[in-house]
């Protein structure tokens, strides 16, 4: 596709329930990135897979969240059990040739734990 | 450590009226700067990337500038689809993460 895609756009969810949210990144882009966006705050840096390496998890907030890039290309990720403060919107982000060249974001999935 | 402030907070001005945003940054070191747009609704759209001080680039009414503690959007003769979020971010030279962004600036050209 043209740009990077996301789906769900929206999720609401109860407290409890596992989520899956989807990324697909511009096609040939070997970097991808995952951040969450709450209200009134910045972009936080979930975690970055970049070709085959191992995966950066630095930004994860708890063990409830997983992520996972399946052939190099779509990414998904996982929150189990959610609570009420992981309700935010997730950006998922790719670019080329990894840490040093600019990011294209997706529009987002808003998730919305109750 | 790594971080991004960026101000005003919000800004409204009349058609027409040329204004700056800031973007102050305290990083171990720089591999660079960058300023994305973000609408409503919409995840963040990439406007320019600045890698050293003194470097500038221009986009239509926006210019984008460096020094070695802070960037600045200056927007010429705004209009009203120029409203939007302008987020600023970082890439420190230490660190595994990727960018580093601050709050943004919320703002509103009013016609």
């Known amino acids: 596709g043209a740009g990077v895609s996301q789906s769900p756009s929206n999720k609401v969810t109860e407290k409890g329930k596992d989520v899956e949210l989807r990324c697909d990144p511009i096609?040939?882009?070997?970097?991808l990135y995952w951040y969450r966006q709450s209200l009134g705050q910045g972009l936080e840096f979930l975690i970055y897979?970049?070709?085959?390496?191992?995966?950066?998890k630095s930004g994860l907030p708890s063990d409830r969240f997983s992520a996972e890039r399946t052939g190099g290309s779509v990414s998904t990720l996982t929150i189990q059990r959610t609570q009420q403060e992981d309700s935010a919107v997730y950006l998922c982000?790719?670019?080329?040739?990894?840490?040093?060249?600019?990011?294209?974001f997706g529009p987002g999935t808003r998730l919305t734990v109750l | 450590e790594d971080q991004v402030t960026q101000s005003p907070e919000a800004l409204r001005l009349q058609e027409g009226e040329s204004s700056s945003l800031n973007c102050s940054y305290t990083?171990?070191?720089?591999?660079?700067l960058f300023w994305y747009r973000q609408d409503p609704g919409k995840g963040p759209e990439f406007l320019f990337t600045?890698?050293?001080a003194g470097e500038e680039k221009e986009k239509e009414r926006l210019k984008a500038t460096l020094t070695k503690k802070e960037s600045f959007l200056h927007i010429t003769a705004p209009k009203p689809e120029d409203s939007a979020t302008y987020l600023c971010?970082?890439?420190?030279?230490?660190?595994?993460?990727?960018?580093?962004f601050g709050k943004g600036t919320r703002l509103s050209v009013i016609a």
């Open positions: 096609s040939g882009h070997t970097a």
């Open positions: 971010a970082v890439r420190p030279n230490s660190g595994n993460t990727p960018l580093v």
């Open positions: 990083v171990s070191g720089l591999r660079g």
């Open positions: 982000a790719s670019s080329f040739l990894g840490l040093y060249n600019e990011q294209f």
């Open positions: 897979f970049q070709g085959n390496s191992a995966p950066d």
């Open positions: 600045l890698y050293s």
